[in-house]
């Protein structure tokens, strides 16, 4: 009780000393928002680039700006280093480290186990952890939990142990760190309320759970649910394509009910850091229970394929037009996984220019957010939109709001949609996914 008490006045007060592990798209943001309620901040990352950055007030995150970064940095509020050694002073601890998938599917854990065993050496008695890196349900309380605690070191007393899912949209202009509601499970009731508290001081909205596993779940369900039904519109488009159906003409008709539908729409495949990764952390997780996630493997075979399905029917567009795919120019507006940013994570665009590649088309794109793109020893680099209209066929596959697509139908010869960034401007030359 003596050091949830000392712990509890610090964080009313904003005199707890807060720190961030991993300063990426969603520790940096946090770590912001923090300082921005008045906290002091001190982020540590394994990246000297990233800290050396940070000091400067110079941000890399599309989501903070540096005019923001840099009063903060000026007044003290955030500092970074690549020392753990800095955890020794911290009251708080956000874990935001990666967690992606090894090859075969399964969780890799190296990032997170990386990150204990750096902050174990230097844990004060009286801090509170939180992990926000996507992760299998009991992880927390299996993984970190031994690590952290000890003989002389008990969770609910001597230290506090949460998990709070990162929900970090990139580029969005309504939601952001601030505004998302905030989910907190403890390992002890105790745990969870301080978690709730110390978020309540810079975040609109918090909503506690009973458990880790109930936060951890929370996030897999969120994302799952999203994978699966944009597999549904995926697997809709190939069976509307092979009856020669117009599968948006279709969604938009069914939008129209007022209850007991959400439009969905299909695409080149998913990408990100969350969509196409985090339903496997539940499918992993499901199968040592001895439950196999059918709709998820499902989903994830649908959505794997289509950026083979978009390789083809660029492929077919062009075969339709007496030209092959090898030696034909190929222009690609948009490699970002989503409009209006710079992330290229898990984006379906990599995979579609690998399939070209492979195919012998000459490859070319246009992303003003990606100025520079390496791909399988090939070195791309970004392009004025007008140099489309020289390519044999433009392929879209995301639609940024700078790019002016009504004068691309113009210009083009040949366009292939791949994800109805065109909607609005129909044209005979223009190939549906």
Known sequence: MEYRAALEEKIRSHTAEAGVVGLGYVGLPLAVEFARAGFRVTGIDVQQSKVDRINAGDSYVQDVPSSVLAPLVADGRIRATTDFGAVAGLDTIDICVPTPLRKTKDPDMSYIVRACEEIKKHLSAGTLVILESTTYPGTTDELLLPMLAGKDMKVGQDFFLCFS??????????????????????????????????????????????????????????????????????????????????????????????????????????????????????????????????????????????????????????????????????????????????????????????????????????DPYVPELKLDGLLLQSQDPAIAAEADCVVIVTDHDSIDYAALVERSRLIVDTRNALKAYLSEKIVRL
Not at 221 to 239: S, V
Not at 259 to 286: A, E, N, Q
Not at 326 to 352: C, F, Q, T
């Open 165 to 366: 899912p990162e929900r970090v949209d990139p580029g969005n202009p309504n939601f952001n760190t601030r505004n998302i509601p905030k989910v907190v499970g403890g390992v002890t009731p105790a745990c969870t309320e301080l978690g709730v508290l110390f978020y309540s001081q810079a975040l609109e909205t918090v909503v506690p759970v009973r458990s880790t596993q109930v936060a951890e779940m929370v996030k897999l369900l969120e994302n799952t649910f999203r994978m699966i039904n944009i597999g549904l519109a995926n697997e809709m488009a190939l069976m509307c394509d092979r009856m020669r159906i117009n599968v948006w003409e279709v969604i938009d008709a069914a939008a129209t009910k007022p209850f007991g539908f959400m439009p969905f729409y299909p695409g080149p495949g998913l990408g990100g850091h969350c969509i196409p990764i985090d339903p496997f952390y539940l499918s992993w997780k499901s199968k040592q229970a001895g439950i196999e996630a059918r709709f998820i493997e499902l989903a994830g075979h649908i959505n794997g394929q289509m950026p083979h399905f978009a390789a083809d029917k660029i492929q077919n567009a062009l075969n339709d037009h007496s030209k092959p795919v090898r030696g034909s120019r190929v222009h690609v507006m948009g490699v970002a996984y989503k409009k209006n940013i710079d992330d290229v994570r898990e984006s379906p665009a990599l995979d579609i220019l690998l399939l070209l590649k492979q195919r012998g088309a000459k490859l070319s794109y246009t």
